[in-house]
């Protein structure tokens, strides 16, 4: 059935009341909802009595079902992916400054003249990829 939002795409990010009830009414308009959840599940999952089966033959509460229909759900640990992003971040960005550092003084002697510049910025790039690359590998993800 396609509706007003058809084609449009939301991440629910929210738990408990207002923010999947929301989710819900723009996924009853057509959107593509994801949700996204903790690894142990939503919370509202034990709200019952009543209690229903779900798609995958688990007894959840039948408030959980309503408010989540039309859904996309995933489990996921935001707060280890926030970690992994953030040092990659950080590790990536202190690399690529030593290693365009290190060129400009090795070539230029420390002085920052025009010719220089291409090769600072590809220092600067491949430095960080096998640190990323055996860091993404861990969860069996790529940097492209």
């Known amino acids: 059935m396609s509706g007003i939002l058809d ?40 709200w019952g009595p009543p209690f229903a089966t779900d798609f995958d033959g688990e007894r ?38 030593v290693a365009m550092n290190t060129v400009d003084i090795v070539f230029a002697g420390g002085v920052l003249v025009w010719w220089i510049i291409p090769f600072m910025l590809l220092a600067g790039f491949f430095t960080p990829l096998p640190y990323n690359y055996y860091r993404l590998k861990k969860y069996n993800e790529s940097c492209h």
């Open 7 to 46: 084609g449009i795409n939301i991440l629910d990010l929210s738990r408990i009341l207002a923010g999947p009830y929301t989710a819900q009414m723009l996924s009853d308009l057509g959107a593509n909802v994801t949700k996204i959840e903790a690894p142990w599940g939503d919370d509202t999952r034990g």
């Open 60 to 97: 959840v509460a039948a408030y959980f079902l309503c408010c989540n229909r039309g859904k996309t759900i995933l489990q996921m640990n935001l707060k280890e992916a926030f970690s992994t992003a953030i040092g990659m971040s950080l590790i990536s960005m202190i690399a690529m400054e």
